[in-house]
């Protein structure tokens, strides 16, 4: 009896061994660059909610700064004989001018907190505009409101400052 034997030829891919292993590699090369790309998102991500968390602070410490400039015209006793005084510069405190480092918090956003001054600069005499000429000038007490705000979320600070005149007294 014969046996037929068997013989084996290699395969014609066998050519290429060099190539084994290239889909794996490139896939994690792939990974590594999308890794690095998700990474450098989320830092862009996070610096960008701080600008704008910053932005809202200052925003905010400007707007209790206008209040506490609405304050001040709402409050006429920051701005009548008592505070007219012979030596201009010495003001009086808002809100509380007997503690002046005191900070109040705005309704409803106890966050922030305003402060500020009102200063009897002197008085002038003023032409009423739109009057007509038998008005002619009269005596005007000029006023100028420095008010502070600030945010304490970020400690961010703002002020802004106003003249106004009163007439009259």
């Known amino acids: ?20 292993g290239y889909a794996l590699i490139l896939s994690l090369v792939f990974l590594v660059l999308l890794t690095i790309l998700g990474m450098g998102s989320s830092t862009s991500t996070m610096y960008e909610l701080q600008i704008s968390g910053n932005d809202r ?35 009086i405190k808002f ?8 900070w109040v918090s705005l309704v409803g956003s106890p966050s922030e907190q305003m402060q500020g001054e009102v200063v009897y600069t002197g008085a002038a005499n003023r032409y009423l505009r739109g009057s007509g000429n038998e008005a002619g000038t009269i005596k005007a007490h000029v006023y100028r409101i420095t008010s502070h705000g600030r945010d304490t979320r970020n400690d961010a600070q703002k002020s802004i400052e106003a003249g106004f005149f009163r007439l009259g007294l």
């Open 1 to 20: 009896m014969k046996t037929k034997s068997k013989t084996y030829t290699s395969p014609p891919l066998l050519l290429h061994r060099s190539e084994d």
């Open 57 to 91: 602070s200052r925003k905010s410490a400007f707007y209790a700064a206008e209040a506490g400039r609405s304050y001040v015209e709402s409050s006429a006793d920051l701005y009548n004989s008592t505070n007219i005084i012979s030596e201009p510069g010495n003001g």
């Open 95 to 102: 809100p509380n001018d007997t503690d002046p480092d005191e």
